[in-house]
């Protein structure tokens, strides 16, 4: 039934050991330059807005609420005032991005 006969490649005509692995390094790169690296200077940038946070400054949560910052406590958390008399802590990685003045809803206005 399965009684072909199976012919051993030359061992002169395979070429380079390196030719498998150009597809996968190709791949690579193009991951690299499409994906990681924008996603990697997108974080720092986020990092340095972050970092640049100060008292007075508008902000907008990872949830979406407004809020006005009142007090840096440490590297890792602010005091947040989101509306009048209402304060929360809010630690660093819950801020989404900082708000220019002005840029709020009329409604956080009134």
């Known amino acids: ?46 990092v340095a807005m972050i970092n640049s946070i100060t008292s007075g400054d508008e902000i907008m949560t990872g949830g979406g609420i407004y809020g006005k910052v009142l007090k840096v406590v440490d590297n890792e958390t602010f005091i947040v005032e989101i509306a009048n008399g209402v304060t929360i802590k809010l630690a660093k990685n819950g801020i989404a991005q900082k708000v220019t003045p002005g840029a709020a809803t009329a409604e956080e206005k009134k």
């Open 1 to 46: 039934m399965f009684n072909s006969i199976a012919y051993a490649a030359d061992g002169a005509a395979q070429g380079s050991p390196i030719a498998p692995f150009i597809p996968l390094i190709l791949i690579f790169a193009i991951f690299y330059f499409l994906l990681i690296r924008p996603q990697q200077k997108k974080q720092k940038q986020h």
